[in-house]
């Protein structure tokens, strides 16, 4: 049995050799821990995401309100900016500060993980000495022709060439591999192990160039291991839509708006086989943020769940192809180059692409912009009264000790329903509105494999797997950029991307899902995720192309239990992110919109209020 890279890795073992750090000298003091030369987080398998011990500090700070973090060690750092957050959002936030105040302006950017970019996470595999590279968390710039003249001015001045990316992306990739929409049915939950050549959704249509389902509706409705009862109801939803709801057409759209898409399969379709009601309910999957049993006809049908017709997810002018190998982590990397010039050589973001960050470089003494990673900010204060004070103190944990640095001004570019737990004296009513904020836990897992011979003998590009923890299964985004290739030929070692949206019990509401789900997928340790991913992998895959001992070599399980915004009740967001003093609150959250492009607009707006 060939021996799995990632075993070394397991639960974030070498993680912690990775972050070691070597203790450094400022102004007299014990100031920080500076980054190993060897330290490079992309390379990292295992626990990914938000990896073991970067949210420790801010869960008992929240859940336990703890308030007791030993001696400070203050630092005779003087910021005119510090941002906490090194996500896109405070990335930008540090953009936006020096294209206002100039690029002399020192900003320090704290962000808990042991890498920059938030959910922008690059995953580099290595597998038998070839590199290959892919993302744990924000893939692609979406719509970018959408985007406001900041967000294009940015993307510019970084060195983003959207144009670039109509060439970098092969759209006649699945075409030419014969890979479309599939569906994996397990046995544990359908009774075998199948693949039928249809996706019965629209999920997998937002891969640009995929091939649609290869069968009918009929075919399909057959093919699926359901009941008899079931196939029946299957090809009744199949064949379903709008025009089978008994409905003026004046009155169409408030129906839809008004019911909900589980009762509409129950009542007007008939639909009570469990098998069918479980494939409707994974169907959406981050299109929904939640199962499609929490939404209504219209969000359904404009996520494309069980049922509705496959339609173009984008428009013709805003192709979803704006994807750098490592997703949106390549906007992350060309915003940290701009901020501090010396991480990488390179001109523009496709040169940055290949390249190897210096992370020593990120938090050195002397240079105007700084980030700091592994630390963890636990208090945010003003120096006197919000009105007049001319300081805040920051107060953040690193490798177990607190500091204290001081700034003009401050940008939380964090979680936003964090902040009222380290923002002191916040009006009451701020902090209420900011507590109720929601994400989304989400679970991007990515698995080095040696070949992709038995996904090209499926035509598998998209496998939905309503069945399993990771409800879909994707080829990697065929783009080469930059020296960069993408793995052409079936031979090649290449990413596959498994997608899990975890809910919680059928019918509970939305927050007490995602808390039922993000507790769940926190407990798990990663040789629970390896088991699964070997059953589903094993069961879905042809035993004579794929064994997964021999043919996987790596795996990143991605867990952002605070992932996809999904914003607060009523008001709440707008009365949330209102200045504070000298403290402004940007993140995607804070519009809210799980969007790079919206992260960035928030930072503009929270540097402007400045
Ligand atoms: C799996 C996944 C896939 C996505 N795919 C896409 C996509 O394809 N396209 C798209 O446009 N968007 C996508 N998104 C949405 C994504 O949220 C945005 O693109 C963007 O990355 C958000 O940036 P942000 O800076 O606002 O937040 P984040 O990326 O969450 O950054 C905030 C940072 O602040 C840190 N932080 C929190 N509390 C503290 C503290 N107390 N001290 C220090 N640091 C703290 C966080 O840990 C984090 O690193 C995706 C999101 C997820 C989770």
Redesign the pocket.
Known sequence: MSEITRRDFINGTLMAAGSSMLPLEASGQAAMAALDPSYYPPALTGLRG?HPG?NDH?HSRAWDGRSDWGPTSRLSETYDLVV???????LSAAYFYRQKHGRDKKILI????DDF????KRNEHTIDGITRISYG??????EPKHATEIVLDLLQDIGVDLGRFETAYDTGFFKRHNLGGVTYFNKEVFGEDKVVQHPYCNYPNYVEGILGGKLSHEEAAQQAPVSDRGKEQLLRVLNGGLHTLDVPEAELQDYINTHSYFDYLKNNLGVDDPGVLRMARHSGL?WASSGTEMLSIAAARSCGALGFEPAAVYDEDNPYIHHFPD??AGVARALVKNLIPGVAGGDNAEELVMARFDYTELDKPGQAARIRLN????NVEHGGSPVNSSDVFVN?INDNQQYQVKAKAVVM???NM?IPH?VSGLPEEQAAALKLQGKSP?Q?TTVGLRNWRAMKELGIGVAMSPGNMHQAVLMDFPVSMGGYQYARTPDDPCVLQLICCPYGEVGAPTADQFREARYRMLSLQFDDYEREIRRHLSGMLPDELFDFDRDVASISV?R?A????TGGPGDSTRVGRQPFGRITI????SAPG????T?MM?AHRAVNEL
């Open positions: 938000s970067s801010a906490v957050g090194g996500g896109l959002s405070g704290l962000d808990n993980h970019g938030g959910h922008a968390g924000s893939q692609t710039i979406v981050d997703g949106n630390s963890t900010v636990i953040y570019a964090c979680y964090i380290i989400l991007y991605n952002w605070h992932g996809y915004t940007a993140n995607a959250d799980a969007d790079a492009k992260a928030m």
